[in-house]
């Protein structure tokens, strides 16, 4: 209850009136659509009538994924029409239909397809919205057509081109949508090569392409009548590589500002689900539950010069591009590391050498630390250097080298979970810092999330989330460990209730986790972690009433945050049970679940882990008892660590899309934490020191039996 009463205070100065009905549309908005255009593509000489349109309005990087890998211009467009992401499953990635009179050939099929796709999108939801409200719908080109239509896949007025727009064809209707295809077109028309490839599409037609395009801008906003809102969206790919794209606001309500949106909560940064939810915002309409995105809005200020602000939001996709780049090289490097760790610990434990068991435990703290690396190496734009790879790896081991010199610089690193929990500490505080300043240490960081694949934009991703909790875990272990050490078994129960508690609000409330997935998971986690340090047997009937409690927590969060003007992914599933739907979105991230197994990077990793804990820390080697056990038995708060992460782990890899990933990287802290503390509970008198030089000398020339 006190948890309940704690969220919904946070969470009641954000609430706001739901929308009134839909009143008659007012004034004008015109939708230009650029396919595959980018920041890059945009400076004063080239492209004056975007660099204008940029300068005076507001502007940002948009990510305009869908459902596949990369967006086709009829994804982007269909995207629009529905307010939710949608794509053309059957057909080529190619530009859109003509139009046959005002219709879209074949609309009922992508429409009947997409009402059936996952996000269950309802493809012609902003054409019926502005034609329930007395408003019409006019389309310049046949993209255009699929982004205004209605569900029936018509429009009021179209005209093929930017040159055969009448004299008052912007002023016609309420809303107007324009597609500007040079960019794509350039990329079409060069076909592939031998291997089925995109072929290359040089810089000099690239640009030609590009300033096209401007000048069919130019002459559609010559006609543009007053207080008219203008859009610009780069809202596709132009091959098969996703990038970050061109979003531009101009008309009332936006000055020389940053755009931003309640979708990604960051300055300079959109989505194209937005842009269904800017439309009807800027004609005053409702809009439909069935459109997710949020409006487009001011945010910070942003510079003056086209060229500065192309540039740095053109930052934002070169930061994407390298990440990708460089993501699958680090997840290899991460199993070798995590395999090299537990054999080198292996190694160490069995010769029992004081020397090689210091070293095993450095080496395990090391590796502890390497994801809280990976967030605090984005502190520096690594990625803006001549090097980029070179300066991120070289951030990381500095990074390293000073949370593992911290933990074993103190008094606590004596203590058999001392320096472990400062590792844990240091991972906890800097995701929840992280979490609470707008994610950018989560951003395209190699164990966070990229605006391209557009999964998570702010708030906990699903492996910072097992990295975050696994740290909370483990601190809080070695805090209740010292009590219990003192005779104080209530206050250390105490300390792990407050932890499970101040956990879930930093999890679940909007403004920082904004998680719900993991508030599920922390649930039994804490459960069985505060009954285990209580000294209670967990019993079904006790860790069921807990899970009870939990469902109805977690269930009244969703409701509270469904009461917002703009909820989280939290209040939209409670919506998704309100209306049916909550079995398939159940469904959909059990099925991603599993689909996660066959990522053999990360199953390795958790499979390794679970080995090493097995058959080297639990199973008792060449000393006299399993290691672990002996940690167990001298520090008596770190069997109840270790369960509660596993629990924790497990129960996240249930109920989260992503997996195996979660007990993966959760065991990359957890399992080397438990090789240092087992090392750590050693006595001297269970090693052995190798021989004196002298007397090794002897033993060697000594003849044989």
Not at 581 to 588: A, P
């Amino acid at each position: 209850m006190l948890l309940l009463t704690t969220v919904a205070l946070a969470l009641l100065p954000a609430m706001a009136p739901a929308a009134s009905a839909s009143a008659p549309p007012s004034g004008h908005v015109v939708l230009i659509g650029v396919p595959g255009l980018q920041w890059g593509d945009i400076n004063a000489t080239a492209t004056p009538n975007l660099a204008r349109l940029a300068t005076q309005g507001s502007a940002a990087a948009l990510s305009v994924k869908t459902v596949g890998p990369h967006t086709c211009p009829i994804d982007g467009w269909l995207t629009v029409s529905a307010g939710q992401r949608s794509q053309l499953r059957h057909g080529s990635c190619g530009l859109p239909p003509a139009p046959e009179g005002s219709a879209v050939p074949g609309f009922a099929a992508m429409r009947d397809d997409n009402a059936h796709n996952k996000y269950k999108s309802r493809v012609g939801l902003l054409g019926d919205a502005v034609h329930r409200a007395g408003g019409c719908t006019m389309a310049v080109g046949p993209g255009a057509v699929l982004g205004a239509a209605d569900s029936a896949g018509r429009v009021d007025g179209y005209v093929p081109s930017t040159e055969q727009i009448p004299a008052d064809g912007l002023s016609r209707c309420a809303l107007t949508v324009v597609d500007v295809d040079d960019v794509v077109h350039a990329y079409i028309d060069a076909g592939v090569d031998v291997n089925g490839h995109q072929a290359n599409v040089t810089a000099k037609k690239r640009a030609a392409a590009v300033k096209t395009a401007d000048d069919q801008i130019g002459q559609a906003l010559t006609t543009l009548p007053p207080n008219t809102t203008v859009l610009v969206a780069g809202l596709s790919d132009a091959n098969v590589i996703a990038h970050l794209r061109v979003a531009i606001a101009s008309g009332p309500g936006y000055s020389s500002r940053y755009l931003t949106a309640d979708s990604t909560r960051t300055g300079g940064l959109v989505t194209l689900t937005d842009v269904t939810a800017t439309i009807l915002h800027s004609l005053g309409l409702k809009q439909p539950s069935d459109a997710v995105g949020t409006r487009w809005r001011d945010g910070g200020a942003k510079p003056h010069s086209v060229a500065t602000l192309a540039d740095r939001l053109n930052d934002k996709d070169v930061q994407a591009q390298v990440y990708r780049g460089v993501l699958s090289s680090f997840y290899l490097a991460l199993v070798i590391v995590q395999v090299a760790l537990y054999a080198f610990g292996l190694f160490a434990l069995r010769r029992k050498q004081r020397r090689l068991l210091t070293a095993a435990r450095v080496a395990a703290l090391a590796g502890a630390a390497l994801p809280a690396a990976t967030f605090l190496a984005n502190v520096i734009p690594w990625w803006s250097s001549g090097h980029p790879a070179v300066v991120m790896v070289t951030g990381v081991l500095v990074s390293i080298a000073v949370i593992t010199a911290v933990a074993l610089a103190g008094p606590w690193r004596r203590s058999i979970t001392g320096a472990g929990a400062v590792v844990g500490a240091v991972t906890a505080l800097v995701l929840t810092l992280d979490v609470l300043t707008g994610s950018h240490l989560q951003t395209c960081s190699m164990l966070g999330y990229t605006p391209v694949v557009a999964g998570r934009f702010y708030g906990f991703g699903n492996i910072p989330w097992a990295l975050w909790v696994t740290g909370l875990i483990i601190v809080t272990g070695a805090v209740a460990g010292w009590l219990l050490g003192s005779g104080r078994r209530t206050a250390a129960t105490a300390v792990v209730i407050g932890a499970g508690v101040l956990g879930l609000v930093i999890d679940g409330a909007p403004f920082a986790g904004a998680d719900f997935g993991g508030i599920i998971a922390i649930f039994p986690g804490f459960a069985v972690f505060a009954l285990m340090i209580a000294g209670r047997r967990i019993r079904l009937s006790r860790l069921l009433a807990v899970l009870a409690v939990g469902a109805v927590v977690v269930l009244g969060v969703a409701f509270l945050d469904s009461l917002r003007a703009e909820p989280t992914h939290i209040g939209e599933f409670w919506k998704s049970l309100m209306n049916g739907d909550g079995g398939t979105v159940v469904f959909r991230k059990f099925r991603g679940m599993v689909g996660t197994f066959v990522n053999w990077e990360l199953t390795l990793i958790a499979v390794a882990a679970v080995a090493f804990l097995i058959f080297a820390l639990l199973r008792p080697t060449a000393l006299r008892a399993a290691v672990l056990q002996t940690a167990y038995e001298r520090a008596p708060a770190l069997r109840p660590t270790l369960v509660a992460a596993l629990v924790t782990a497990g129960a996240g890899m249930l109920v989260n899309d992503s997996g195996v990933a979660i007990p993966a990287l959760a065991f990359t802290v957890a399992i080397p934490l438990a090789l240092a503390a087992s090392i750590q509970a050693i006595g001297p008198e269970e090693t052995s020191a190798p021989p004196p030089r002298s007397e090794r000398s002897e033993s060697a020339s000594a003849p044989k039996a």
